[in-house]
């Protein structure tokens, strides 16, 4: 099994940046892709960003597209979520995952971080 932890959120102004990190431990072989994903309050779980642990190969939403980056570090077995030119409707839990395979759900989540942008 697989567990997470994430860290990194807080308060920020409107343009700041925060760094975001999704710590694995356990099985963490069977790891295919991790996602982060946010909840802000009233509103569906909506997907942040994923990345492919084998390829490195990344995807965003339009909505944080050429603000976010996520990244990962193998020797750590930590995924990153650098968030840059942060606005107000980024206010939201923070939450990663991971999938085994490349088109299955996300099964195994951390208990999320909360971000804040004040305007």
């Known amino acids: 099994q697989v567990q997470l932890v994430e860290s990194g959120g807080g308060l920020v102004q409107a343009g700041g940046s925060l760094r975001l990190s999704c710590a694995a431990s356990?099985?963490?072989?069977?790891?295919?892709?991790v996602g982060w994903f946010r909840q802000a309050p009233g509103k569906e779980r909506e997907s942040v960003a994923r990345i492919y642990r084998t390829s490195g190969f990344t995807y965003y939403e339009d909505s944080v597209k050429g603000r976010f980056t996520i990244s990962m570090d193998k020797a750590k077995n930590t995924v990153y979520l650098q968030m840059n030119s942060l606005k107000p409707e980024d206010t939201a839990v923070y939450s990663c995952?991971?999938?085994?395979?490349?088109?299955?759900?996300?099964?195994?989540w951390g208990q999320g971080t909360q971000v804040t942008v004040s305007s």
């Open positions: 356990g099985r963490t072989d069977g790891i295919y892709r």
């Open positions: 995952a991971t999938a085994p395979n490349i088109a299955g759900p996300f099964d195994i």
